[in-house]
T-cell receptor, first 109, second 113 residues
Framework: GQSLEQPSEVTAVEGAIVQINCTYQ??????LSWYQQHDGGAPTFLSY??LDGLEEKGRFSSFLSRSKGYSYLLLKELQMKDSASYLC??????????WGAGTKLIIKP | IAGITQAPTSQILAAGRRMTLRCTQD?????MYWYRQDLGLGLRLIHY???????GKGEVPDGYSVSRANTDDFPLTLASAVPSQTSVYFC????????????FGPGTRLTVL
């Protein structure tokens, strides 16, 4: 079967660092994407990991462990505009992204 | 056009009516997708197309049909709308079907009464 787990909500303070975890189980696996979605908006692409390890893109980094079925998104120097939902989406053997409800990130000043 | 566009932005529809949601991209992407997103739930794939002239069924295809006559356009048709099809519909595209980077349109908010 297929499963995807992320915390429903995470709270952090402006200027801090936050990590959003994702565990998954899919029928076949090619890679894992992270997307950001503001309330009322469309998802926007952040990263796609195929190999194990950490990939850094400015304030955002994404980590993947294929053997553990685990990924995380790391956001540094949090800004109020980072308040959004973050969607973890593994790609299965049919090349389809599997979507969960995502993690709502609340940032406090 | 820059990127991917959808029309209409929102629509209220009587049950039983036929409706086509439009999606156009100008990035020459091969793959296109239709998703629906309901409050508190993840995106669910309705139909997809890996290249012009081909389409495939996603997770929730019943009640919906698509066509892909050319690279740019990927309309989604509800033949006879039902209230359970009330949702936000997103069209997306990617360079290829196996790409993890999808570009999303702004969405169509559809209410079926």
């Amino acid at each position: 079967g297929q499963s995807l787990e992320q915390p429903s909500e995470v709270t952090a303070v402006e200027g801090a660092i936050v990590q959003i975890n994702c565990t998954y189980q899919t029928s076949g696996f090619y890679g894992l994407s992270w997307y950001q979605q503001h309330d009322g908006g469309a998802p926007t692409f952040l990263s796609y990991n195929v190999l194990d390890g950490l990939e850094e893109k400015g304030r955002f980094s994404s980590f993947l462990s294929r053997s553990k079925g685990y990924s995380y998104l790391l956001l540094k120097e949090l800004q109020m505009k980072d308040s959004a939902s973050y969607l973890c989406a593994p790609m299965d053997s049919n090349y389809q992204l599997i979507w969960g409800a995502g993690t709502k990130l609340i940032i406090k000043p | 056009i820059a990127g991917i566009t959808q029309a209409p932005t929102s629509q209220i529809l009587a049950a039983g009516r036929r409706m086509t949601l439009r999606c156009t991209q100008d990035m020459r992407h091969n793959a296109m997708y239709w998703y629906r997103q309901d409050l508190g739930l993840g995106l669910r794939l309705i139909h997809y197309s890996n290249t012009a002239g081909t389409t495939g069924k996603g997770e929730v295809p019943d009640g919906y049909s698509v066509s892909r006559a050319n690279t740019d356009d990927f309309p989604l048709t509800l033949a006879s709308a039902v209230p359970s099809q009330t949702s936000v519909y997103f069209c997306a595209s990617s360079v290829a079907g196996e790409s993890g980077e999808q570009f999303f349109g702004p969405g169509t908010r559809l209410t079926v009464l």
